[in-house]
């Protein structure tokens, strides 16, 4: 997430809409966006761990997911203890209906590391056209909720990092787990569904 990137959206495309969390209206708003830009170009969407909303964004339906950040682990150089550094983040997953279609993007969500959405019933089953899923979400317990509740055609992993030899190896490990997952492997490369 940039926050200047999103600023320079608002400013150059008039019809652009912010969707996200509290911590993510708050970047903006530090990086420089204007009280008019946040009151007029962005929806906060606050929710507790597992909730989640129906909006309507310009005519597009979308329902947003409040799913835990992929876990990191680091040293707490006070205490020593290993802790995720990512505990505290509000991260949002978008089931997105457009066109007839349906698209999921998890954000930074690693579908095994939340599986109370899925226990719990709060996800309903839905047949999904296009998933997509961090680079490192491969386990079988991650196919395993795609199957029994998505029910996707395809799976499109992201965040991948840039050098081609490690594209190379993930294409190969994800492929172990997902029938044909789609790995760009090129800076803006495009493939149509």
Partial sequence: FSPQ?????LRND????????????T????????KQEIDERTIDVDLELFDSTE??????????????????EIEDPKTGEMVDRHRNVEN????????????????DAVLSQNPELFDDGAFDKVDIDIVF???????????????????????VFMHL????DEIESISQRLELT?????????PLQIREF
């Fill in 5 to 9: 990137s999103v600023i320079r959206r």
């Fill in 14 to 25: 008039a019809s652009a809409v912010v969707v996200g969390p509290p911590q993510m209206i």
């Fill in 27 to 34: 970047a903006i708003e530090a990086a420089g966006a204007t």
């Fill in 92 to 107: 949002l997953v978008y089931l997105i209906e457009i066109g007839g279609r349906s698209i999921l993007h998890v954000g």
């Fill in 55 to 72: 909006l309507d964004v310009a005519g597009i339906g979308v329902r947003a997911y409040r799913l835990r950040h992929s876990k990191s």
């Fill in 133 to 155: 899923l961090e680079y490192f979400d491969w386990s079988e317990e991650t196919r395993a909720i795609l199957d029994s509740w998505m029910n996707a055609d395809h799976t």
């Fill in 178 to 186: 997902f029938p044909s997952p789609v790995v760009f492997d090129t």
């Fill in 161 to 164: 990092p840039t050098e081609a």
